[in-house]
C-alpha cells in the first residue's frame, strides 16, 4: 500500500517535472532560410555567420541578410530601395559591409552599404562601360569587379583608403 501511494506520488512528481520543464522553456522560433519564393545567388561572411542572397520572398528581388548563429533574417534598413533590382551580394568579415550589383534605371551600378551607418554608396560612378560580378575583401577595404569599359571583360579593384573602418572582428 505504502509502496503503491509512493510509486503515484513519484510518477506525479515527474509528470510535474515535465510538465513544468515545457512550460518554461521557450520553443526556439526560427525563421526559414529558404523561402517558397526563389532565394539565390548565397555569399558568405568571412567569419561564418552570416549568409547574404537574393531572394524574391516579398515579390520584389532583394538582398537579404540571415544570421546563421542566431538562424533569423537581419533587418538592413536603407539597403533595398524603390524598384532597384540587386544581384551578386558580397559580404565583409562580419557582415558590416554589403557590395552588390543594382539596377533601377536599366543601368546596373556596383553599392556599397554599410550596416553600422545604414547608407548606400555607389561605388562605380565614373565607369563609362558595364559593371558585374562585384565582391569585397574581408575586411571591407577593396572592392573587385567585372568592368566591360575597354569593349571587353576586365577585373577592375577600387581601394577604399586606408581612412576607412575596417571590418576585422
Do not use: C
Not at 61 to 74: G, K, N
Not at 96 to 124: C, F, H, W
Amino acid at each position: 500500500m505504502i509502496i503503491h501511494r509512493l510509486i503515484k506520488i513519484v510518477g506525479v512528481i515527474a509528470l510535474l517535472m515535465v510538465i513544468g520543464l515545457t512550460l518554461v522553456m521557450p520553443a526556439k522560433v526560427a525563421i526559414a532560410l529558404n523561402s517558397p519564393a526563389s532565394d539565390q545567388q548565397p555569399a558568405l561572411s568571412g567569419n561564418g555567420q552570416f549568409l547574404a542572397y537574393v531572394s524574391n520572398r516579398n515579390g520584389q528581388r532583394q538582398i537579404v541578410l540571415y544570421d546563421l548563429q542566431r538562424q533569423a533574417l537581419v533587418d538592413l534598413p536603407g539597403l533595398n530601395h524603390g524598384s532597384a533590382i540587386a544581384e551578386h551580394p558580397s559580404i565583409s568579415n562580419t557582415a558590416r559591409y554589403l557590395v552588390y550589383m543594382a539596377s533601377d534605371s536599366g543601368r546596373p551600378e556596383i553599392e556599397l552599404y554599410d550596416r553600422k551607418t545604414n547608407l548606400v554608396q555607389i561605388v562605380s560612378q565614373g565607369y563609362r562601360g558595364w559593371v558585374r560580378h562585384p565582391r569585397i575583401s574581408p575586411d571591407g577595404r577593396y572592392i573587385i569587379f567585372e568592368s566591360g569599359r575597354r569593349g571587353q571583360w576586365d577585373l577592375e579593384v577600387l581601394d577604399r583608403g586606408s581612412k576607412i573602418e575596417l571590418d576585422l572582428f
